[in-house]
């Protein structure tokens, strides 16, 4: 267990209104990532983040944007959600007292209709 | 470009009928190369990190191998709460991002 949890866990939504899904950690972890599953495709890296306002964009990250204003909380946005982000979305912080190794979070099952 | 592929996609084994899942990879400069199981509606749970050709681990059931271009994570007697869908992925040294394959979904009869 990372001490990751994940808000909501379940959301369905409509196509064109905001979304905020919120990634909370209790270990005080430097680097926190935003990943999405969907069928077919691996896990891609949306954003991260490795401190307070440091962030950097990942391999799919156009649609979503991410802030970070306090360590255990990363948040992850859609500013107008699309069909085409209906997806498993998963959070992961990395570890260095545990070989440097990303642990990830439950998941949200994010339906965009 | 940065690419996993796992094979097979799906295998079906019976209890204590042993085996192996692969994963081939091409990355500029091998940071890390990582298994993770995966259950249904779960985030992915890690198992090993290997870091340079000839390394092995072992936990349980399960031992994981690497070379210069794959990896194997051999299953040996499994029984059937092994069952998942497991994950490689690779991360190239000076990045944060790990590229996973698509994953293989192991079911293990009783």
């Known amino acids: 267990d990372a001490g990751i949890t994940q808000s909501p866990r379940h959301k369905v939504t409509e196509t064109g209104t905001p979304v905020t899904l919120r990634c909370h950690q209790t270990e ?11 069928p077919g495709h691996g896990l891609r890296l949306i954003h991260y983040s490795y401190g307070v306002k440091d962030t ?5 990250s156009d649609g979503y944007s991410v802030s970070r204003s306090k360590t255990e909380d990363f948040l992850l946005t859609l500013e107008s959600a699309t069909s085409s982000q209906t997806s498993v979305y998963f959070c992961a912080i990395r570890d260095y007292t545990r070989g440097d190794t990303q642990y990830f979070g439950p998941g949200t099952r994010l339906t965009v209709l | 470009e940065d690419q996993v592929t796992q094979s097979p996609e799906a295998l079906r084994l019976q209890e204590g009928e042993s085996s192996s899942l692969n994963c081939s990879y091409t990355v500029s400069g091998l940071r890390g190369l990582f298994w993770y199981r995966q259950d249904p509606g779960k985030g992915p749970e890690f198992l090993f990190t290997l870091y340079s050709a000839g390394e092995e681990k072992e936990k349980e059931r399960l031992k994981a191998t690497l070379t210069k271009k794959e990896s194997f994570l051999h299953i040996t007697a499994p029984k059937p709460e092994d069952s998942a869908t497991y994950l490689c992925a690779v991360q190239e040294g000076g990045s944060e991002k790990l590229v996973f394959g698509k994953g293989t979904k192991l079911t293990v009869n009783p």
């Open chain 1, 56 to 60: 950097d964009k990942g391999e799919v």
């Open chain 1, 28 to 38: 005080n972890h430097r680097y926190m990532y935003w990943y999405r599953q969907d």
